[in-house]
């Protein structure tokens, strides 16, 4: 399913919203209950540095900007670029 998204008329910039992969969701649930930074940081360093991780990324990130959730971005945005492109 990875990379589908589903179609809702008129919503998301293209109206095409990510379908989160089960790897995604852990990291939208984890995210949005710990609270200390260094925490969230050391768990998403684990990761493997892959295409599907970005994906699993930037589409956990939309899901928190769709909900409003400011600081759990900060956390993942932080941590994602900073390894990412290290």
């Not at 971005?73 to 492109?85: D, P, Q, W």
């Amino acid at each position: 399913m990875r990379g589908q998204g589903w179609k809702y008329g008129s919503g998301f910039v293209d109206g095409i919203f990510p379908v989160l992969s089960p790897v995604a969701h852990q990291i939208l649930n984890f995210v949005r209950k710990e609270v200390d930074p260094n925490i969230v940081w050391a768990a998403l360093d684990t990761l493997p540095v892959t295409h599907e991780t970005w994906d699993d990324l930037v589409n956990v990130a939309v899901q928190l900007r769709l909900n409003k959730q400011w600081d759990p971005i900060a956390l993942v945005s932080k941590s994602c670029f900073i390894s990412f492109i290290m």
